[in-house]
Every structure is written in structure tokens, then in C-alpha cells.
């Protein structure tokens, strides 16, 4: 069973992440048909653009720690930071559609894209530091999309934030009514499949040249290799190891804060 739907009709790509058992974590699995769908699309000459929503409550919940724990991925699995960089580059528009939160490396997704919509009731939440690690890769595509004080702010405390401070704070385009969510998406992928697909793909180089992609592929590479220093460090271990026994982390001071 396929862990990314995918969905083609009237000029638009869908790709659905399809693992809600696990709330559409990024496992090796779901990684490698997302990224194989994301080329498919970007070769498909009859898509104009391409949406990437989910099934279930939650759009994604970053890495998935019970795989990063117990075996390291095969070493022709896509990574994060490749899935990031083909949709940062992409020629295509890409639209993130969220009915459901998204936490840690799932905000990754959501900024690498160029248009966001939520339904109001969304949250999003950086929460790496409560497992002891750092939320590096994602920051390659957040911080070019955010305030820094912002960014700071949600990386450092950890907290849920709503999908109206997402917008204030640059991550989300727009919200809808989760009713009208689908509604929202029409009107973007209707709008260009009226724009002629070059002017589209010229346009989007004027902010994601070459140049643009060489520096965040070379950013990418280092913060990579940074969050892997964490995850391999003595809080990373206790972090998840914590997270898999369902229990607080050693260094917690008093109850761990909801959310």
C-alpha cells in the first residue's frame, strides 16, 4: 500500500502524504515516493502545478523517530534536504494544503513551498529541542520565508503556534475555513492554469535562480551533517529513547508542557 496518493486532473499534481497511522511522519518509505512523485509531476508536460496535502488529522510530524532510532536509512533513500531543494526549485508552483497540524520537519515541507494554505484550526510547532536535537535542515527554507524573531521564537520554546501567527509571521499565505480549504487551493491552481507555464518558471527564478539553489543545496549539505551530530549526541539518544518509552527526558525539570 502507497504511503503518497497520487492524484492527477485539469492541469494539477496531488500528492498526498497517505500514512496517518504514524501522522504522516518522514519515513524512508514515505520520502522515497514523495520524492519519486515530485519528479514524476515535474515531468509530467500536462501539469501546470502541484499540491501537496495529506490524509488524516495531522499534514506531517517530521522525522520519524521510531525508524531514526532503531535503523539507519539505505543509502539511495531520498533525504529531507533533497525532497526541499526539488520543491524549492521546482518550475511548477507548489501549494501546501494543511486541514491538519504539521510539526518539526513537516514545517519544513510547508516553507519550501510557494504558496501555503491552512484551515483556521491548524497549528504548527518546532519541538526538536524537547527531544534534544536541533531543527537545522528545516531552517534553510524557514528562515528565507520568516521573520527571524519569529523563527527564534518558535524554535526555541518549542510551543504550538496558530495558523493566523503562521501568517503573521510569513509561513502561511493564506487561511481558510477548513470547509472552504479545497475552495482556496481551486483558486490558486485554477489561476495558473491560466499563466503560461515558461513565464511561470522565469518568474520563480527571479527569487530561486541558480545561484539561489547552488547556496541553499550547499546549506543544506552542512545543516545536515549538523542535525546528524545531534541526533547522534547523549541528548539525542536520551531524547528518543525518552520519546519511545513515552516518558520525560532526563533533564526535564517538573511536568512537560502541553502541546
Known sequence: ????????D??????????????NALSARLRTELYAGLRDALAGADVRSIVVGHTGTVFCSGADLKEARSQPPAADTPTVPQILVELWRSPKPVIAALAGSARAG??????????VIASRAVSFACTEVRLGVVPAVISAVMLPRMSPAAVHRLYLSGLPVSAQWAQQAGLVDVIAEHEHLDDEVRRFTDAFNLAAPGALAATKRLTRSAAAIARLEAELAELERMSARY???DEGREGLAAFADKRNPSWVLGPAPTG
Request: aromatic residues 2%.
Open 1 to 8: 500500500m502507497s504511503l503518497v496518493r497520487i492524484e492527477r
Open 106 to 115: 513537516g514545517l519544513g515541507l510547508v516553507a519550501a513551498c510557494d504558496v
Open 231 to 233: 541526533f547522534a549526541s
Open 10 to 23: 485539469g492541469g494539477v499534481a496531488r500528492l498526498l502524504l497517505d500514512s496517518p497511522a504514524n501522522r
